[in-house]
């Protein structure tokens, strides 16, 4: 594995946020000026490799892998059209514990439904259903998430009250969370087509 291509998985991995060259030499075990020259050199590669379709810009001290500014009307279509994807059967269970329970951490969320929930978490927040909602208190201040407008306007609901009634012990009833989630399906369909 080649220090160029460990720099680009780094700077991939590290998204919006960059990296400093102190921070990749450290993960590299490398001295700084040898990151530089290494960066400086993949950077001139990337930008006349017009078959790349990424480049590393600087902000400030920091190296980011971005998109080139060509394919920015491409970037722009993707993001326009609607996501054909519905929810996994994870990620709609999350959501219903944190509808049920909100404002609820994500340790709360693994305690009911007893697996790891990070994916679906980010999966609905990146759909915009789910939301930080603060800061729990006690030991590391973990976050709390609660439900978001998108949501409601994606189960048809005026508010959270309409939210079918929970039997003690359970969960939800089966034959009401059919109904919930087909009701967002349905909604995610028609939100689809148009």
């Known amino acids: 594995m080649t220090n160029e291509s460990i720099i680009e998985s780094l700077l991939f991995a590290a998204g919006d946020?960059?990296?400093?060259?102190?921070?990749?030499?450290?993960?590299?075990?490398?001295?700084?000026?040898?990151?530089?020259?290494?960066?400086?050199?993949?950077?001139?590669?990337?930008?006349?490799?017009e078959?790349?379709?990424?480049?590393i810009t600087t902000y400030g001290k920091e190296y980011r892998l971005m998109t080139k500014k060509e394919n920015a009307s491409f970037i722009q279509a993707l993001a326009e059209k609607p996501s054909p994807k519905t929810l996994s059967q994870a990620a709609l269970e999350t959501l219903a514990i944190i509808a049920y329970n909100q404002p609820v951490t994500r340790i709360e969320v693994e305690e009911i439904r007893g697996v790891k929930t990070e994916r679906p978490i980010a999966t609905l927040a990146a759909r915009g259903l789910i939301e930080e909602a603060g800061r729990a208190e006690g030991a590391g201040r973990p976050i709390l998430y609660a439900t978001t407008t998108e949501f409601l306007d994606a189960f048809q609901l005026k508010s959270l009250d309409e939210l079918p009634p929970l039997v003690e012990g359970e969960v939800f009833i089966q034959q009401e969370a059919d109904l919930f989630f087909g009701r967002f399906e349905d909604a995610m369909g028609e939100t689809q087509e148009e």
């Open 17 to 49: 946020e960059g990296l400093t060259a102190d921070q990749i030499a450290s993960v590299l075990d490398v001295d700084v000026q040898t990151i530089r020259s290494v960066i400086e050199r993949m950077a001139e590669g990337l930008l006349l490799d």
């Open 51 to 55: 078959s790349r379709g990424v480049m």
